[in-house]
């Protein structure tokens, strides 16, 4: 079954990426035909400086081919190496009712903040939609966040098959497991739009000062405390194994530990965990050679793809 997911390369992956989506697309790889892209077009709404988008796409595909993301079992691309997309959403653009987009919540979001919403987010939707359609992909793991836009792809392709006849497989959501919600640095979502984010890769030194400054209650050492109401505490478990969480769910309910004792142990796990990816990834940094070959053989399996889906588009309404 085709699985088809896109990352924005508008900086550094987090935690909350990896936990939240980037480890359940990797393990999707194992039984399905998964087609992976890093979405640079769709950067362009946030990252206008050429050289950022330039590193944080290359970054992009170093960080997933080292977490795991294997070439051999799917396909990964840049998004503008497919021209073919951007042909078809001019398509589905021409049959997309203006109160669709009006509707969707990233464009509503900045509009009720006041703040000016250009012309490419107005139409993120449909380009979203072409990205999906030109690879006939049937599931699409997305978010709960993410979600509309997968309901407004159907809609766009829904209209465009009664209008001209059967043409694009209908795709469906995957929605990713609530429980892998991670917590930033202060307690909320971790997100970049809060700057509470923990990098994947990056100066171990400088990550284990971050998780040192994790903001923590001001209740006594010795004061029983509630695990799962703690965000150091759902960090942990991130890492630990089953053994060492109910270890240190005791600890917090028996009291008289310091945060600074969970914040090491944090540290320390996630060192751990990440060690073999670093590795990894630095192995691909210094063989860049590997990499680019890696998203050209991918971007020449989309085209093949998207070619076809687009022909068949083309020929339903007319023009060829």
């Known amino acids: 079954m085709r699985v088809l997911s896109g990352i924005q390369p508008t900086g550094r992956p987090h935690w909350g990426n990896f936990f939240g989506a ?29 050289e950022s988008l330039r590193q944080y796409t290359i970054d992009a595909a170093l960080d997933l081919l080292a977490l795991g993301l294997d070439p051999d079992k799917a396909t990964l691309f840049l998004q503008s190496h497919v021209p073919e997309v951007c042909e078809l959403t001019w398509l589905l653009m021409t049959g997309t009712p203006m109160g669709l987009l009006e509707r969707c919540h990233a464009y509503k979001e900045k509009k009720a903040k006041g703040m000016t919403a250009d012309a490419g987010l107005f139409t993120y939707p449909v380009l979203m939609a072409a990205d999906i359609l030109a690879y006939d ?26 209008t001209y006849g059967e043409t694009f497989v209908l795709p469906d959501a995957k929605t990713l497991d609530h429980s892998s919600k991670v917590p930033g640095t202060d307690g909320q979502k971790m997100s970049k739009s809060y700057d509470n984010t923990l990098p994947l890769f990056g100066n171990v030194k400088q990550i284990r000062k971050q998780i040192m400054r994790i ?8 004061d029983s405390k509630e695990p799962a109401d703690d965000h150091l505490f759902q960090l942990y478990r991130l890492f630990a194994s089953e053994s060492e969480i109910e270890s240190m769910a005791a600890m917090y309910r028996r009291g008289g530990f310091g945060y600074g004792e ?14 073999d990816a670093r590795a990894r990834r630095d192995e691909l940094v ?35």
């Open 262 to 275: 969970v914040k090491k142990a944090v540290a320390e796990a996630s060192e751990a965990y990440f060690e």
């Open 137 to 162: 992909s049937k599931i699409v793991p997305v978010g709960q966040d993410q979600v509309q836009h997968i309901e407004v792809c159907r809609d766009i392709a829904g209209s465009f098959n009664h």
């Open 286 to 320: 210094a063989n860049l050679d590997f990499v680019h070959q890696t998203l050209r053989d991918g971007a020449e399996k989309a085209r093949k793809v998207a070619a076809e889906v687009l022909s068949r588009a083309q020929r339903a309404c007319g023009i060829r």
């Open 215 to 222: 903001t923590t209650d001001s209740r006594p050492m010795e």
């Open 22 to 50: 980037i480890r359940q697309y990797i393990d999707l790889q194992q039984e399905n035909d998964g087609f992976y892209f890093i979405a640079d077009l769709h950067a362009l709404t946030t990252v206008r400086d050429p």
